[in-house]
């Protein structure tokens, strides 16, 4: 067990809609990453927060947005879903920024979106 | 762009045998190079990571490789058993974070047959 909480683990919702993906990081992480795994494109990097601010941005689309809040643990809304989004989503977090010594990421066991 | 590419897409070793993993990346802001095991259903573990000052690191049966020069970094696997069967991911990140956190390969689908 990785310490980080996600949920909902499955989740299934038609085209068009629009769903909420929760995390919950470690106790005393500050920072949040959101990832994709798909079987055709691999993890794919979305956003990451530290401490309640954003910090970076990777391939996450305009229909997706994220937020973490006060007591650090975050959200990633996806609206308009297409048939495409479905994947595995990844939240994952550590101590400090991604790279920095000693900070080890640590993954959430992910949340399954099936988009029919 | 694919910033860290990660060969074979898949692997079958014999019990008892050497598993190779290879990656090489092209951003050399890179300095923080993990490796992460994933098994089904579950998410990411970090197994191994190691930083450009040194050019070998070992912990256990697992050994990470590092070449600067050529900006490629391997994993071995010493002495592989059938519970090593997972997928790996060779990952790249700038200290401090950079634009894309951690940069993945497209991992390794690793089988040891028994």
């Known amino acids: 067990d990785s310490g980080v909480t996600q949920t909902p683990k499955h989740l299934i919702t038609a085209t068009g809609q629009r769903v909420t993906l929760r995390c919950s990081p470690r106790s005393g992480d500050l920072s949040v990453y959101w990832y994709q795994q798909s079987l055709d494109q691999g993890l794919q990097f979305l956003i990451q927060?530290?401490?309640?601010?954003?910090?970076a941005k990777g391939n996450i689309l305009e229909r997706f947005s994220a937020q973490q809040f006060p007591d650090l643990h975050s959200e990633l809304n996806l609206s308009s879903l297409e048939l495409g989004d479905s994947a595995l989503y990844f939240c994952?977090?550590?101590?400090?920024?991604?790279?920095?010594?000693?900070?080890?990421?640590?993954f959430g066991e992910g949340s399954w979106l099936t988009v029919v | 762009q694919q910033q860290v590419k990660q060969s074979p897409q898949s692997l079958i070793v014999q019990k008892g045998g050497i598993s190779i993993i290879n990656c090489a990346y092209e951003n050399t802001a890179f300095d923080y190079f993990p490796w992460y095991q994933q098994f089904p259903g579950k998410g990411p573990a970090l197994l191994i990571a190691?930083?450009?000052?040194?050019s070998e690191k070992k912990e256990g049966r697992f050994t990470i490789s590092f070449n600067k020069s050529a900006k490629q970094f391997s994993l071995h696997i010493m002495d592989s058993q059938p519970g090593d069967s997972a997928t790996y991911f060779c990952a790249a990140s700038i200290a401090g974070g950079g634009a894309d956190g951690l940069t993945f390969g497209k991992g390794t689908h690793l089988i040891i047959q028994p």
């Open positions: 190691i930083r450009p000052d040194v």
């Open positions: 927060y530290y401490n309640g601010e954003e910090r």
């Open positions: 994952a977090s550590s101590v400090d920024l991604a790279g920095a010594p000693g900070n080890t990421i640590y």
